[in-house]
Structure formats: C-alpha cells, structure tokens
C-alpha cells in the first residue's frame, strides 16, 4: 500500500460508529486496518439496515478499506491471535463495552507494558472513571447528557440531531490523537495511551452555548432552523421556497438593509443596530424579511444574495446533495468495491497533494480470516 500511513497496522477491536469512524481514516490515508468481527454476525452495524446493494448504510459509510477477521476474542484461540496481532499492531483501537477490553486482556498499561511502542486507543461513552464509567452510551443518549438536545429542536420540542454528531466528535478527536500519538513516537520511539470519551468530545463542541448559557446567564433556546445568538440567520420564505439568508456582521447588515430588502432606514434602527438587538427583535425582523421576499422567487433572491456578498443557501435533500454542481465539478466521487458490487464514495474531505486517497473495498465478514491467520502461523485452532 502506499499513503501518508503506508506500513502501520491498526488492530480494530470496534462496532458501531465512533472508533470504526476513526479508523476507516487511517485506511484512506493508507494504513492497514485489520477489523476484529465477532463470529456469525459481525460489526453490529452490519445488521442497521440493508439500503446500500444489500449492506447497510452505516457499515459501508465507516467500514471501506479494511480487512475482517472473525474471532472470538474469550476464547484461547481468539487469545492467540489477539496477541499475534498486537505484537505486530502499531495501534490497538477499542470501543467494546466498559471493562470488556480488561476482562479480555486488552487494557491499555497491560497491553503497552509488553509493547511498548503501542499505540491504544479506548473510545467510550463516558470515560474511565466517576459514576457513569459503565453506562451504556449511545449517541441520542449521549447527545441528551451533553446538553445537544436543549438548544436543538423548536421551542415546543427538542430534536436530536439528524446525524450522529457524538459518535462522528469522538472518532474525530480518536483519529487525530493517533496521529499525534504517532508523531510523539517518531520523535520518543515510545507508545502511549489514548482515552475519548463521547461525552467529552460533544461537550467541546457545546462549549459556545454553554459559555452563552452560563457566563451570560441565559436559558436554553431551541430555534429550530435559526440561529439562537446570530441574526438576520435563518430560513426565510420567498415567493416558491425557503431561501437560508446568514449574516455575520454589521458590514453585512447594512449591505442586506441597503441593496436587498431596500431599507437603508433599517440599519440604525435601535431595534435592529447590534446582533444583540437583532437577536431581541428575531420576529421582528423575520417578517420585515419575508414581506421584502414573499413576491420574489427563491432564485432571484439568492442571486440577488450572491452578487450583494451575502451568505445564502438551499435546503437540499440527501438525494439533492450527491447531485449537487460543486461536487461534481470538482470532482469529489469516487468509486469502491463491496460485497453487493460498486457503491459511490466521497474523497475524504481533506485533499493531501499528489495523494490519492486509497478507498479500498468493503469487506464482507471474515473475508480475511484465513489469509490473516495464515500470515500469523496460527492456522490450526484450539
């Protein structure tokens, strides 16, 4: 293989989304990812739905690239290899349930103290330690205790996020600790311990309402489209459809007031002068927005936008997103293999100069089962 991570092996002990999210960007960037599958059934990602030729959605998204080895990790066969492979791993990444990676060998100072150039990486709900250590975490659930579903939604009903925002944060911030983690060894030629918590990683990302909230002493809001600190932000009707209109600034404000809605008296109206005003007077200001917009079809107003410099968009459905012009134009699909045959992919969102992101297939379960046994001499099983 060839790539930035060419020649490091990652031991995936994962299900799921969140460490299966961290490590399929290790493949792209060309690393071999050898994915431990329970037998029989596998990932139980594999088993959400079956939309994508035969697979599902999830598995395919989090899964290209890597290699599948069903093993029962409690049994001593499933020990042996485990141990051949870790000898062998550059990195162990785990998302097993809490305390199952140490009933099974595979806690991080057990692991490093008889390799130390390992790298481990548990991801879990909630962290080691402190009363919620073992409770279960999934995403909805931890997206609840982050304090994500007070400020989603409308005023009369939370919402949780539409993708699994938790999951994605905490494979986001494993992935860049194992890079960091392999940098450091390059420079100390020792390994290290990686902990992400779901909570954690999500509560980074709720840091700005939290310090609105807290610091400002201010409630929760829920505004469903719009934005809670931020206006004129927001979905905005025309004559056909629904325009989203953001502006930033006072600069910005002014240039909407002035060449789009035709009100230069807007700009130092008290009740709109500041974000914060505007912020106060979001009704207010919404319908002085739409009687200005409600004759004018959705594209008109958003080339009107454009040419004024002022940030706009369409709400697009998925199905509308994978034909969207910028995509295409830049040439951002690529085709992979998988069990059910060829599925459209999207290069990973970080283009690295004169690298072709790898993107390899799909694996079906235990497809590499013999070839990886094999490699390890541990073809006969106890």
């Known amino acids: 293989m060839t790539g930035p991570l060419a020649g490091i092996t990652v031991v995936a002990l994962e299900q799921a989304v969140a460490a299966p999210f961290a ?41 290209r690239g890597k290699e ?43 692991l490093r103290r008889r390799h130390p150039r390992l790298i481990t990486c548990s991801v879990s709900g ?32 939370p919402a949780k996020a539409g993708i699994s925002v938790a999951d994605i944060a905490a494979g986001m911030y494993a992935y860049s ?21 779901m909570l954690d990683a999500l509560g980074e990302w709720m840091s700005q309402p939290f310090y609105y909230c807290v610091y400002g002493g201010q409630p929760a809001r829920r505004t469903g489209a719009r934005h809670a ?13 629904e325009v989203f ?7 910005e404000w002014a240039v909407l007031c002035q060449q789009i809605l035709g009100r230069p008296d807007l700009i130092d109206d008290p009740r709109f002068r500041a974000n914060p005003d505007r912020v106060a007077h979001d009704d207010e200001l919404t319908t002085i927005i739409e009687d200005r917009l409600l004759d004018i079809p959705a594209q008109e107003v958003e080339t009107a936008l454009d040419q004024a410099g002022i940030a706009c968009a369409q709400l697009r459905s998925p199905q509308q997103f994978a034909a969207h012009p910028q995509l295409a134009a830049r040439n951002r699909w690529r085709e992979m293999g998988s069990p059910g045959g060829p599925i459209q992919a999207l290069l990973p969102p970080v283009g690295i100069d004169g690298y072709e992101p790898a993107m390899g297939a799909v694996p079906a379960l235990g497809q590499h ?13 106890g």
């Open 23 to 63: 490590t399929r960007q290790l493949a792209d960037l060309g690393a071999r990812v050898i994915k431990i599958e329970r037998p029989g059934s596998g990932d139980f990602a594999r088993s959400y739905d079956t939309t994508v030729a035969g697979q599902a959605s999830y598995f395919v998204w989090l899964n």
């Open 68 to 110: 599948s080895i069903e093993l029962d990790i409690k049994s001593d066969d499933g020990q042996a290899v485990l141990a051949a492979l870790a000898a062998r791993a550059d990195v162990l990444v785990q998302n097993l349930a809490p305390g199952a990676a140490e009933r099974a060998g595979l806690g991080p100072a057990e």
């Open 126 to 157: 909630y962290g080691a330690g402190g009363p919620y250590q073992h409770k279960k975490a999934y995403d909805l659930l931890v997206q609840c205790e982050a304090g994500l579903l007070s400020v989603t939604g409308t005023a009369s009903e």
């Open 177 to 197: 600790g194992i890079l960091t983690a392999l940098y450091q060894r390059e420079r100390t030629g020792q390994g290290t311990s990686i902990d992400v918590a």
């Open 229 to 241: 600190t931020i206006a004129p932000y927001g979905p905005y009707h025309t004559a056909d459809a």
């Open 245 to 251: 209109i953001g502006v930033q600034n006072d600069r």
């Open 369 to 381: 089962t013999e070839a990886i046994r094999a490699e390890l001499g541990l073809t006969e099983r």
